[in-house]
């Protein structure tokens, strides 16, 4: 009999395993689990649908029955993993169990509660999945201003998105600068310029104590006093990594399901990618890490072992008034920054004291150098694994 393997997820980083899966493996019995409708879709498209004129229904690539056809496969929508019995190999649903040889936990990452007093009567929304960017697309309408909270990725794309869309914005961050842990000063007042210029309203150093009722939107009152009124809220703070039912069932956690180069977890039956996954040490919610370890996932669990491999793959935000591409130095990392370019075109290095690269960003018309700085960086994770 065939080994069976399972996925739980069917995100980008459970259906892109199982696509790569199957190239290696195409007669292999394979499941995959999921607590919704199982629809195929980009992730990273929701922050920049709006823009292209694209409705939540346009994002959708496949269902789940056409993607089980697809990928040969049983594909389980709205399925509850209640957990995971590593002694017996076996998964506890709702209904039953499910035995499986080799287990793939895709689980993805949930946003982080919004530090703020909700009083808004659902009119504070969160964007992680298609499902919630429904109601939120829904609850937005026509026309109207939306506070976003949060100055990270997330609430940057969702802001220059909004104002492209004819929307008003308000955005509330407690750094000095947007995007602050991503990339230095000079890049950020770069971005806060271009934000600026483009309609949104920024407030710096601030943060939301409170979201109430305020005729058919919302009132919010902020830490320095100020009060912003808009039709509806949406909170970008931050993930955090699905890990719970990993830790129930043992294995090894730490900001991430801790696995190795060859995403195997501390059961070896039990292997995780994607947002929840840290990756010999290594904790990158981007598509460019999950797509390669995918491919090597893939051919492990077809019988070909392979490690993962991470070399420099530097982000690219989606914020069309100011374009930028950036890899952050590792938060332990020594060095100083040197920054080169006028106005919005800066191209920005951390180098060692040995002149060693370790970091980089660049914006505007400097983006297109971006492969010559990531080719002289050392990889993350090498082929051959030093």
């Avoid at 009999?1 to 739980?8: A, G, L, P, R, S």
């Avoid at 049983?74 to 499986?100: H, K, M, P, S």
């Avoid at 004819?166 to 950020?188: M, S």
């Avoid at 890899?327 to 180098?351: I, M, N, V, Y």
């Amino acid at each position: 009999m065939q080994d069976h393997v399972v996925i739980v997820g069917t995100g980008l980083a459970g259906y892109t395993t199982a696509r790569e899966f199957r190239k290696h493996a195409p007669d292999a019995r394979l499941t995959l689990l999921t607590a919704d409708d199982g629809a195929a879709y980009s992730k990273p498209m929701l922050s920049n649908a709006l823009r292209k004129g694209q409705t939540p229904a346009e994002l959708v690539q496949s269902d789940a029955e056409a993607m089980a056809e697809e990928l040969q496969a049983d594909v389980l929508t709205g399925v509850d993993v209640r957990a995971i019995e590593v002694n017996t190999r076996q998964l506890v649903l709702e209904d039953g169990q499910l035995e499986y040889d080799r287990l793939v936990l895709a689980l993805g990452a949930e946003p982080l509660p919004p530090p703020l007093d909700d009083q808004s009567e659902g009119r504070l929304h969160q964007v992680n999945n298609l499902q919630q960017y429904r109601r939120f697309r829904e609850a937005l309408g026509d026309e109207g201003r939306v506070l976003i909270v949060g100055g990270g990725l997330i609430g940057c794309e969702f802001a220059n998105d909004l104002i492209d869309s004819g929307y008003g914005v308000d955005l509330v961050y407690p750094e000095a600068l947007p995007l602050a842990g991503l990339i230095p000063a000079p890049a950020g007042e770069a971005l806060a310029r271009s934000l600026k210029d483009a309609g949104v309203r920024l407030h710096p150093g601030e943060t939301v104590d409170r979201v109430r009722p305020h005729g058919d939107g919302i009132a919010a009152d902020l830490s320095g006093g100020k009060g912003v009124r808009a039709s509806l809220a949406l909170s970008a703070v931050g993930l955090r990594p699905k890990t719970e039912l990993a830790e129930e069932a043992g294995l090894t956690v730490d900001r991430g399901i801790c696995v190795d180069r060859y995403l195997r977890s501390s059961d070896d039956s039990i292997f995780a990618l994607g947002d929840c996954a840290q990756v010999e040490g290594y904790s990158l919610c981007y598509v460019a890490p999950l797509t390669n370890a995918a491919r090597s996932l893939a051919k492990t669990l077809a019988g070909e072992p392979e490690a993962v491999h991470y070399p420099v793959m530097p982000v690219t935000v989606k914020t069309s008034c100011c374009r930028i591409v950036a890899w952050s130095p590792a938060a332990k990392a020594r060095g100083t920054w040197q920054h080169d370019g006028t106005d919005g075109d800066l191209r920005g290095e951390f180098r060692d004291r040995q002149g060693d690269l370790l970091g980089f960003y660049l914006t505007g018309s400097r983006i297109r150098e971006r492969m010559e700085l990531s080719r002289a960086m050392a990889p993350l994770i090498s082929a051959s694994g030093a």
